[in-house]
């Protein structure tokens, strides 16, 4: 075999040993619903299956991750954006061998980053040279620029929702926004802090009904998590509650919830817009399909 064959193949090889990365945004709009104990909980138990998984604090000004996680970031995102340290720099390991990509907290300028800064910040994803296979975005509340470019770079949108008029006014907004100016038509729901799963799937149920009257989207109902002092506890102890308390009733809802993500397709190429991990989906659309020897 001649030593250009062999080279195709062992780079072939290393584009198949890098597999399309399953990106997932955790949103809701209002704030307080429980975003950032969802991903946190989310990654963790996805870690704990076997994925191999980044968490990115996307709450750019008031990032909350590390803090949740009792972790200690040296570098953190706005280190980043001055040009001060690379994107790998800024990774920690945490609970049950996740890298968390941690934000900054009280820096004005970088809850205001501009268009182009959002997406540079997207893009510099590509350059990683890391064996991630699934990246859970914990997004700010609101709907700035931020929250928006993350969650149509990611190919799945968790929506987050709680019994509150307000938490079901603005998850419907979220899903306006995105649905009719940049096309994302799915949308994955959990009910959080519900009484019951009863409660839970009725709480589903109302967003639904006004999304069908209004919109051309669906919606999939992934589970409730259920109001439990448990959850509360490892809060304040600042450990993810799958792993303070992993037969708490918070605990066994979200691991199921981390099933059903799990069993999501995972992407096979590029859909020619803004989009995380961007370089292996190319790599990995033109390598389906060769054989490796």
Request: proline share 4%.
């Amino acid at each position: 075999m001649l030593s250009t064959d062999v080279t195709q193949i062992d780079g072939l090889k290393r584009m198949l040993s890098r597999p399309p990365v399953q990106v997932i945004a955790v949103t809701g709009g209002k704030g307080g619903v429980g975003k950032s104990t969802i991903s946190a909980n989310l990654a963790i138990s996805m870690a704990q299956a076997g994925r191999k998984v980044m968490l990115l604090d996307a709450d750019l000004g008031l990032a909350n991750l590390d803090v949740l996680l009792g972790l200690s970031p040296k570098h953190h995102l706005g280190h980043v954006i001055a040009g001060q340290v690379d994107l790998a720099d800024v990774f920690i390991p945490g609970p049950a061998g996740i890298q968390l990509v941690p934000a900054s907290n009280g820096l004005e300028e970088m809850a205001e980053l501009s268009e182009a800064e959002n997406i540079g910040l997207i893009r510099a994803f590509s350059e990683l040279d890391s064996e991630v296979d699934t990246l859970i975005i914990d997004t700010a509340a609101g709907l700035g620029k931020s929250v928006i470019n993350f969650a149509r770079a990611a190919r799945e949108v968790l929506l987050v929702v709680c019994d509150e008029p307000a938490s079901i006014t603005d998850a419907y907004a979220t899903v306006k926004v995105l649905s009719s100016r940049y096309k994302v038509d799915r949308f994955h729901v959990v009910a959080n802090r519900a009484r019951t799963a009863l409660a839970g799937r009725e709480l589903f149920n109302k967003l639904v009904r006004v999304t069908d009257r209004f919109l051309d989207v669906h919606l999939e109902y992934l589970g409730t998590v259920p109001e439990d002092d448990q959850l509360q506890r490892a809060v304040q102890m600042q450990r993810a509650v799958v792993d303070a308390y992993p037969r708490s009733k918070s605990a066994q809802s979200i691991k199921t919830i981390a099933r059903k993500v799990d069993a999501m397709p995972r992407p096979d190429g590029a859909r020619g817009d803004l989009e995380f991990f961007v370089e292996r989906l190319i790599q990995y659309s033109s390598a389906d399909g060769m054989s490796v020897v």
